[in-house]
Structures are given as C-alpha cells and as structure tokens.
Nanobody, 123 residues
Framework: EVQLVESGGGSVQAGGSLRLSCTAS????????MGWYRQAPGNECELVSTISSDGNTYYSESVKGRFTLSRDDAKNTVYLQMSSLKPEDTAVYYCASHGTIGRDGTCIFWGYWGQGTQVTVSS
C-alpha cells in the first residue's frame, strides 16, 4: 500500500520557522521526484518546491531563500525547512510525486500524494 504521511505543520508567528516532513512507503522513493504544493483558501494552488531523485531542487520565487527542501532516502523522507515565515505562507501544504494546477486553481495530484498539513503564520 502506497502512503505519504506529512507532519510538522502548525501555527507560528511571522519570522518563525517550521520543518515539514513527508515520509513515504509502498513505492520506490529513492527513484522518485518529490514536491511540496500549497493551497490557501481563495488562492490558486502553488508549486512550492521540488527535489529530483539526484537531489536537484526547484523553488518558487515566493519562497526562494527562505525554504530548503532536502531528502533522506534511507528514511524515505523529504524535509521542507521553512524559515522567515510570512502570513502569506499560510496554507495547507501537500507532499506529492506529481501534481499540477487545475483550471479552477486547485491542486491536482497523481502518482503519490499525502493528506496535507496546515501551516498558519500569524502577524
């Protein structure tokens, strides 16, 4: 059975930090590109960051320099270290192997994805 379990979300004040984890099972994790997406109420889905199987990373302009994505293939886990958090980072964050933004702005996932974890940043 394929599972992606996200953890580490919560509430923090602006300027604070959180680390999200996504632990996978049931598929060949070390050969998989993984990504984090986020969606806030009323906002379009956003691709936050991805990491390839060989460790190459991508970051959206909105998080570049503040977020760091890494992976530990021995633990089948990716980590999203989020620093200097802003209220506009408030969203549900999803870990997924494949995703896109639907015509209605929602996140559409295929492959493997988790249930989402809430991040709330207060000013």
């Amino acid at each position: 059975e394929v599972q992606l379990v996200e953890s580490g979300g919560g509430s923090v004040q602006a300027g604070g930090s959180l680390r999200l984890s996504c632990t996978a099972s049931g598929f060949t994790f070390d050969a998989s590109r993984m990504g984090w997406y986020r969606q806030a109420p009323g906002n379009e889905c956003e691709l936050v960051s991805t990491i390839s199987s060989d460790g190459n990373t991508y970051y959206s302009e909105s998080v570049k320099g503040r977020f760091t994505l890494s992976r530990d293939d021995a633990k089948n886990t990716v980590y999203l270290q989020m620093s200097s958090l802003k209220p506009e980072d408030t969203a549900v964050y999803y870990c997924a192997s494949h995703g896109t933004i639907g015509r209605d702005g929602t996140c559409i996932f295929w492959g493997y994805w988790g249930q989402g974890t809430q991040v709330t940043v207060s000013s």
